[in-house]
């Protein structure tokens, strides 16, 4: 065994250790819609005093954890998005109706001095506001003395021996309770029961206590700090809910949840459950077929990717990724994705051992890595790409996905280039494997291979027939849009879906007539699968969401929230212009690249088959009614990385024929490397189909649309990297003048005026 060899041999046993280590001792962190929980964004505003910025959103937080920690919630998460948004994560919070009040609550707090009642008279005289007390009669107020941040702590307590019931007693800071001592001592410069006499304590534009100043305070005496309470008809949560808002303190900016969703713990478990059985049956499916392909090599690549699956969840794991459901969908497309750079190696090896006779099969192999390795990088890092634009400009849980996709490509090479070229470099030094050659799997050339290469089909002869094709497949698919419609999810137009589950089965009809008669007569009633409901509508706060769910609870029994979805306006907007951003950047960032590595001619082309891909994938979800959201969009600029990387590897193997046979067409070359590349394309794919086959069958409601438009794209996106990227190359060719590529110098060798003449006697052998 080589000293390279050696290397990665040990390098994998090394890193297969670790991940199993912390596989069987750590934990996944899962994301709410695998856990079940609610997931609000509050977007801050600026107020009357205070702007909108980092700093004073920070503090909003801050108070906002307070009250959090108070609710009681097992392990909430609050971070800052941006300047003036806060993401709030509270798991196993199924109804946010309790969380969204305390939360969203500005609770500003203020005590003002009672100018008298709220007459006429005494309204033109008083500076404040004027509003109804306890008993709902009005007084005339005072402008505000102090406000909420002055107080220094708040309890609840119950007040037994005066009969008071619930109060809530109030602590001030110093300079503050200075203030309150001169306001309750002007209070008791007035006689007992008269109005003025009182002090108004008001939260959000609401008198909660207007007490009495005790006829024993003197005037200008007024209260020390510490020994005021609020009196009420209070009961204990009110009490305790007060206390919470006032101890808290008042929240530096006005917020309001823009988006809020929440997702049962049964679903999140069904998730897990689909998506597992999914990734067993579909990398079983994927390792039978490669094996089958490809033999004992094939065989030793199955066991590489059952090593990836273990490599690439210990990274999730040990970075404390937090999964998501289109991340654990990301991670199981990434075990078909992984089979891609062996499949490369492999028919490189093949050709190798073909083209040369005599060849060994371990030299054969080493020079399928060689060649392949161009490749790979190249289509690996247009994946990687994709998932970064994922990552920088989705939002939710479609970041989740871009991170998994990520670690997925890292960890299917170190698979591919460390673990499985170690195992099969071991198994190429074996006589057996290497004399047998229905065993080893690369002494033959396979059967998709023979047969073109006995057929030798001319693909291009006439390139403008098949852009004739794909432009009649864009008019399809863009009738579609324009026809049908694009149907956008909530997540881009705004409002709420929420999918119920009834205990009886309830008709569409029955629960449309329902709701209509009740007052939601916008709500869209949708089957979603199993028999549950999906409701529509438009702008539906918690409150009036909770008595829709109580008018289909009579008509379809014990009625459960599955899942909640709400989506502001405002950020349904920011949405879809940010999917339109992300669908751009992908597009000249992806032609960046590409224009770099390749020709511009190749680089053109292959746009030109990725934006001939998205809309095909947009016209087929128009034309079958299917919603168009966030996963959605994930899935789209997953697709945009596959179809560049179906077209990298084509243009790769064109640049390397051409270079070798300058004077050649580009038309010959071009087929020729369609032929030769058609293997690795039929059989990667099969890979990746066999899992989104098992995603669109076995993962359930949630995962179907995505397993459906990555179903779509990877058969479009096969198809285009052929049959629309290299006509339209050739087409551009016509009219380019630059030069064929040149070929590659061999390490350490020169040539030119500056090149050392060798001695004749000298054959170049080296010890």
């Known amino acids: 065994m080589t000293r390279a060899t050696t290397v990665r041999a040990v390098l994998a046993a090394a890193v297969l250790l670790v991940s199993v280590l912390i596989t069987l001792t750590m934990s996944p962190r899962l994301g709410l819609d695998l856990q079940g929980g609610t997931r609000m964004v509050l977007q801050a505003t600026d107020s009357t005093t205070t702007k ?35 993401i709030v994560e509270l798991p196993d919070v199924q109804d946010p109706r309790k969380a969204a009040e305390v939360i969203g609550r500005t609770a500003q707090l203020s005590f003002h001095a009672v100018q008298g009642p709220g007459t006429e008279q005494e309204k033109s005289k008083a500076v404040g506001p004027t509003l109804p007390d306890e008993e709902g009669r009005p007084l005339a107020l005072g402008p ?262 990520a670690i997925g490509v890292l960890a299917s090479m170190f698979s591919a280039l460390v673990i499985a070229r170690a195992l099969t470099e071991m198994a190429s030094r074996s006589r057996f494997v290497s004399d047998y050659r229905g065993v080893n799997g690369i002494a033959r050339p396979g059967r998709v291979r023979t047969w073109l290469a006995r057929r030798d089909p001319q693909l291009f002869r006439s390139p403008r027939r098949w852009l004739l094709i794909s432009t009649a497949l864009i008019t399809v698919a863009v009738l579609g849009i324009v026809v049908r419609g694009v149907n956008l999810g909530v997540e881009f137009t705004g409002g709420r879906l929420v999918e119920y589950s009834t205990s009886r089965p309830v008709d569409v009809e029955t629960a449309r007539t329902a709701l209509a008669g009740a007052g939601f007569g916008d709500a869209e009633v949708t089957t979603a699968g199993a028999g549950d409901l999906s409701v529509r509508t438009g702008d539906l706060d918690n409150h009036q969401e909770h008595a829709l769910r109580a008018v289909l609870a009579e008509e379809g029994g014990h009625t459960t929230k599955v899942r909640d979805e709400l989506i502001g306006p405002s950020l349904g907007d920011e949405l879809r212009r940010n999917a339109l951003i992300a669908l751009a950047v992908a597009v000249l960032v992806q032609l960046a690249y590409l224009a770099v590595r390749f020709r511009w001619t190749f680089a053109l082309a292959s746009v030109a088959a990725l934006v001939h891909d998205v809309i095909l994938l947009v016209g087929a979800f128009a034309w079958l009614g299917r919603t168009v959201d966030g996963i959605f969009l994930a899935a789209l600029l997953t697709v945009i990385g596959y179809s560049v990387n179906d077209s990298v590897v084509v243009f790769d193997r064109v640049r390397e024929l051409w270079a070798k046979a300058r004077r050649e067409s580009v038309t010959t070359i071009a087929n020729r490397a369609v032929l030769q590349t058609v293997p690795r394309t039929v059989n990667t794919g099969m890979g990746a189909l066999f899992i989104l086959a098992a995603l669109a069958v076995l993962g359930g409601d949630s995962l179907a649309d995505f397993a459906l438009a990555l179903l779509i794209g990877i058969c479009v996106g096969t198809y285009s990297s052929v049959l629309t990227a290299v006509p339209v190359a050739l087409t551009l060719e016509r009219s380019s003048k630059a030069p064929p590529p040149a070929r590659k110098r061999a390490p350490g060798r020169t040539s030119g005026a500056g090149a050392k003449r060798r001695d004749p006697r000298d054959n170049g052998a080296r010890v």
Request: hydrophobic share 50%; aromatic share 6%; proline share 3%.
């Open 52 to 86: 909108a910025d980092r700093e004073s959103t920070d503090r909003t937080l801050e108070v906002l954890r307070l009250r959090i920690d108070s609710l009681g919630v097992a392990e909430p998460t609050l971070t800052r998005s941006g300047e003036d948004r806060i």
């Open 144 to 405: 505000a003395r102090l406000t909420g941040a002055g107080v220094k702590d708040a309890g609840a307590s119950f007040d037994a021996q005066q009969g008071a019931g619930w109060t809530v007693a109030l602590d001030f800071h110093k300079s503050a309770g200075r203030d309150w001592t001169r306001l309750t001592g002007e209070a008791a410069c007035h006689p007992a029961q008269d109005e003025r006499r009182r002090v108004a304590i008001v939260l959000d534009d609401q008198v909660i206590s207007s007490p009495q100043v005790a006829p024993s305070v003197g005037c200008n005496v007024g209260l020390p700090s510490g020994s005021t309470q609020i009196t009420g008809s209070f009961g204990a949560d009110e009490a305790r809910d007060l206390a919470l808002l006032i101890k808290g303190g008042a929240l530096p900016l006005p917020v309001e949840i823009v988006e809020q969703r929440t997702v049962g713990p049964t679903l999140g478990a069904a998730a897990i459950d689909a998506s597992a059985r999914a990734a067993l049956i579909g990398a079983a499916a994927t390792a039978l077929f490669i094996t089958f392909v490809y033999r004992l090599f094939g065989a030793l690549a199955a066991v590489a990717l059952a090593a990836y699956g273990v490599v690439s969840y210990a990274a999730l794991v040990a970075l404390g990724v937090t999964l998501t459901l289109p991340g654990l969908a990301g991670f199981v497309l990434a075990i078909g994705m992984a089979v891609d750079a062996n499949v490369l190696v492999f028919e490189r090896a093949r050709e190798e051992y073909a083209e040369r006779s005599g060849r060994s099969l371990r030299s054969a192999m080493t020079a399928g890595f060689r060649n392949a390795w161009s490749a790979v990088a190249d289509s690996n890092v247009t994946t990687l790409i994709a998932a970064g634009l994922l990552f920088f400009l989705g939002s939710g849980p479609v970041k989740g996905f871009g991170v998994t996709l």
